[in-house]
């Protein structure tokens, strides 16, 4: 199965390739709206931390999505 997140998903924690602003903006789209959906189940402590997470991810997505620049991981 394919999925906009596959390059997220596929890359390793450490070093590889950096991902595209265009990866980035694509998975932006999908997290939004995982991120969307959590919120609508309601509160849960241990979602809680994933949502958090899954913000600030968003954040660093979006900036490297406005500035035209590729996600590194180092």
Known sequence: MS???EPLL??????GDNLAPAECASILVWLEAITDQWAKEGPDQFLQQHMEDAYRLAG???LCTEKD??????
Request: hydrophobic share 50%; no cysteine.
């Open 3 to 5: 999925t906009a997140l």
């Open 10 to 15: 596929d890359h390793p924690d450490g070093g």
């Open 60 to 62: 660093v997505l979006r």
């Open 69 to 74: 620049v590729p996600l590194a991981f180092l």
